[in-house]
């Protein structure tokens, strides 16, 4: 591990100063490697498919590890767009000259070498490791056990194109020891790594953070959560609703609690209970919704999971203040949203909820650094320092200053 580490800090003075067009280059070339290794990355994946029904792997854990020619194709092209992103590295953030006449200018730097802990979908080797290389930082990568053999294959590719560069290999790497052990010691080793990144399930993520003395940037369970105002359209709140825990209920920004007005409560939640029992959707509920439908009674500990699947929790509120305090208990400071029709109501739901992503009118399942804008994304962060949401290419860069003088002292 140590001497691994060692190649891998020094890797950072070569990639660091690696030019913009250098960079394109190098990625572009990776996107074409993976597209002329898709049999051998889908083969690879196979193994992992096989061992993931082996080992009763749930439908949406296999869903998210799959691999076939479109996904590597997306892979591929996710690689072409980081190309294509402005570049992070050197941007002067804010510039000025102080009362001693010395020029200062705040500039982007990488911030070294960054641990990124991961489950199930090997995609994310490609797209952190494409982002850490744009942003100038060294990628040391641990993916799920589920997914090795895919993790290894998508690796080797892109290292093959470092490689074949004359760039040291350990600028994008998977961890050589993926045990528990091994993790255990890359999240002390301080004087190597500057930064680790765990996203997964929230057994992992509280390890990590319990456990680092290298800094951490969360990116903890989506318990997400829609309410619907009193003063909410119908239809517009039904489809938004069903969008966002039906669309896909096995990811991170999928909605887990639906919140409804008692106001609205009558007239809306037959229309939502046939919605969502038309799309499978197993539904649970506080008492007074149980007034409304006849579904199965909700409990703390329901509230309190994020289920990743197409489970759903439904509560009944008796105004905005009881919505949010509900939200203020359970939430993860992922994504949250309001239905309504009310400017005053949603200006507060916007003001007063504490989450990365707060929404009026519109499905929580937007929170996605591509959406956004920003590319691939390392995860959503629930940190408040200094990621916060959708983690693009410009949070895996921190900054120095620079001091231009003419002989001054002080």
């Not at 792997?57 to 479109?70: G, H, P, T, Y």
Request: contains cysteine; proline residues 2%; glycine residues 8%.
């Amino acid at each position: 591990m140590r001497e691994f580490l060692t190649k891998a800090k020094a890797s950072t003075q070569i990639v660091a100063t690696l030019d913009s067009k250098t960079k394109n280059q190098i990625l572009q070339e990776m996107a074409e490697a993976l597209l002329e290794h898709t049999d051998f990355i889908i083969e690879e994946n196979s193994k992992d498919m096989h061992l993931g029904r082996t080992n009763n792997l749930d439908d949406a854990l296999l869903d998210r590890l799959l691999l076939d020619e479109n996904r590597v194709a997306g892979i591929a092209k996710s690689l072409v767009e980081i190309s294509a992103l402005k570049e992070p590295v050197g941007r002067v953030l804010e510039g000025w000259i102080n009362d001693d006449n010395l020029r200062i200018e705040k500039v982007s730097v990488p911030i070294g070498v960054i641990g990124v802990i991961y489950e199930s979908r090997p995609n994310v080797t490609s797209d952190v490791g494409a982002l850490c290389f744009k942003s100038g930082n060294v990628a040391i990568l641990k993916g799920g056990k589920e997914a090795e053999n895919s993790n290894r294959a998508i690796a080797k590719v892109l290292q093959s194109v470092l490689e074949k560069n004359s760039l040291p290999k350990e600028i994008i790497s998977l961890l050589p020891d993926s045990s528990r052990e091994g993790v255990a010691k890359l999240i002390k080793e301080d004087s190597f790594v500057d930064l680790i990144v765990p996203r997964g399930g929230e057994a992992l993520i509280r390890y990590i953070s319990g456990n680092s003395s290298v800094p951490v940037v969360k990116h903890d369970k989506g318990l997400c959560h829609t309410y619907i105002h009193k003063d909410a359209n119908i239809n517009k709140a039904v489809n938004i609703a069903l969008n966002a825990k039906c669309q896909r209920p096995g990811v991170c920004n999928a909605m887990e609690t639906l919140i409804v007005d008692r106001g609205i409560a009558k007239q809306i939640l037959p229309s939502l209970y046939k919605a969502f029992i038309d799309a499978g959707t197993k539904l649970k509920g506080c008492s007074a919704t149980r007034e409304f439908i006849f579904i199965d009674q909700a409990t703390d500990e329901d509230f309190n999971t994020e289920y990743l699947s197409n489970q759903l929790n439904i509560k009944v509120v008796d105004n905005i203040d009881e919505a949010i305090a509900h939200i203020t208990k359970y939430g993860s400071g992922h994504s949250e949203a309001i239905i309504t029709e009310n400017y005053t109501a949603s200006e507060e739901f916007l003001n007063r909820v504490d989450a990365s992503c707060v929404y009026v009118n519109a499905s929580t399942r937007f929170t996605d650094g591509a959406v956004f804008g920003f590319g691939a994304e390392v995860g959503i962060s629930t940190n408040k320092l200094h990621a916060r949401g959708p983690m693009g290419i410009n949070e895996l860069t921190t900054y120095k200053f620079k001091i231009y003088g003419n002989g001054q002292t002080r």
